[in-house]
């Protein structure tokens, strides 16, 4: 998945178009959260995981440019 994110194009990589689509579901649809429900008991830990890897990315308010930002940049797991 690193070199499909690194070597494809952005209509084509799916972690570039799946970031995109969680921005247009926040921003236009107005849901601010999704869920991750396991189902097989040995994924339990796995929503967990999803949730700290995508707050890693969420919480940013400004550009890189320092300046502040209208809309929300990424949904609550």
Known sequence: MD???RE??????????????GIWY???FKF???CVVPYDQY????PAY?????MESNG?????HNEMINYQ???IV
Request: avoid cysteine.
């Open 3 to 5: 070199n499909h994110f």
């Open 8 to 21: 494809s194009d952005f209509q084509y990589n799916i972690p570039v178009l799946m970031g995109l689509i």
């Open 26 to 28: 926040i921003n236009f």
């Open 32 to 34: 601010p959260t999704y």
């Open 43 to 46: 994924l339990k830990r796995f």
């Open 50 to 54: 999803l949730q700290q890897l995508d």
């Open 60 to 64: 940013k308010f400004v550009t890189k």
């Open 73 to 75: 940049t990424g949904p």
